[in-house]
């Protein structure tokens, strides 16, 4: 590759490695939603899973390959022949299928993991991307562990994986160790040692452990890395991954430093996050750079002034190059189903007239006891009535009782599998007592492990939003709803984890990456 070449490729890996952060876990017809969010903001490379790690895994993989057209479709597999013949089955429809395959190049992973030599991964890594080649010319090859390793083993093995004929090497920075300088100076390093490096594109994947994430993958662009592997809002296992919003605009802001440009449509960053964290229940801390609450707020008077006479005084961006939009408040219970429509238009949803319907009925409901309806509290109404997927568990009707003098009662009438069931339970509060009949009517008493409110948006009608983490045999799920009653909200979070739980039993992971 050329050095020189200003093209830097975003190679998403929410749907893979984002997806292994606690609760994360999604749904088929999830993935595909983030997947087309991906393919609308330009993504080059989807990372859409780990065929071999389940049956539900592979048909997700399947599905995102045979949908999404504009963005090449990577499934991820360790250097072994079953992994990578897997891989290939899931993405082969796909319009531009890649295989990533990896193994780890570090002693440490080699003595305790592997419990293999050098000569025998090496090997192993050769007839992987052999292999993998023989199904498709787009083949990328990841060293794990690669700033652990031995330099010079590390240039000995991406020099043998490009000879077989791997189109893209990646350079992980597996467990977030690595300091800006030193992993430039390695991109540097491989650059330098190894002869066929101009072959292949040189990436990077780097973890948040040390918080350096971002730093470390514009330390590799600025010494020859051509693609960067992150996640919207970065999540991902442990600390996450490197966030895409912050590459992106970092690039972006500061073309005159580094010279470099993506293909992302950048005011699809704003609505990206809100989707997955709408999906995940995962919410993005109010300071996180790009998409937090606070990334455009200014509260210093000094700033403020600043503002008001130039805003490039103390903004280094605006908030509508990422999709922000200028106004909050949009539509109230006066406002028809056209102009709702038309708004939703703006914020990049087209609903079929189905949709819109039921949208607009919620969107009355809500109206009528709230003044003011926000972009959120719309995004709210959308994912409920339009993107969330057929339940096991739904709620018809909750009524609490609580106060000072009176026992917390909750009485509840749900859905389950389409047949009506009702009872009533207590609690310290009137959160427990509702989470008590909840439990009470499923039949079920996972441990709760978190529970936690926040308003969708100011004033004293807001909508409160909820996230609830149930575990499971290990694992976690994170559930999340929506209402101007609290309870309501929360009642909502807890069914929706519920759900989630009932597809996580039917889709635990058969393979875990180290």
Known sequence: MNTQNNRVYIFDTTLRDGEQSPG??????????????LEKMGVDIIEAGFPVASDGDFLSVQQIAREIRGSQIAGLARANLTDIDRAWEAIKDAANPRIHTFISSSDIHLKYQLKKSREQVLKEARAAVKHACGFTANVEFSPM??????????????????????????IPDTVGYAIPEEFGGLIAYLFERVKNINQAIISVHCHNDLGLAVANSLAALRNGARQVECTINGIGERAGNTAMEEIVMALETRKDLFGLKTNIKTPYIYPSSRLLTQITGVAVQPNKAIVGANAFAHESGIHQDGLIKEKITYEIMTPQSVGISDSNIVLGKHSGRHAISEHLRKMGYNLTNEQLNKVAASFKELADVKKDIFDEDLEAIVYEQVFRSEDKYKLEYLNVVSGSVAIPTATMRMMIDGEMYQDAGFGIGPVDATFSVIRKITRTNYPLLKYAVNAITGGTDAQGEVMVQLRYNGRSVIGHGAHPDVLVASARAYI???????????????????
């Not at 010079?152 to 990646?170: F, R, S």
């Not at 519920?498 to 180290?514: A, G, S």
């Open 24 to 37: 994360c876990s999604m749904n088929p017809d999830e993935k595909i939603r983030i997947a087309r969010q």
């Open 145 to 170: 562990d690669a700033t652990r390793s031995d330099r010079d083993y590390l240039c000995e093995m991406v020099e043998a994986v490009i000879a077989e004929g791997a189109k893209t090497v990646n």
């Open 496 to 514: 929706n984890a519920l759900n989630r739980l009932e597809w996580l039993k039917t889709d635990l992971k058969k393979v875990e990456i180290e």
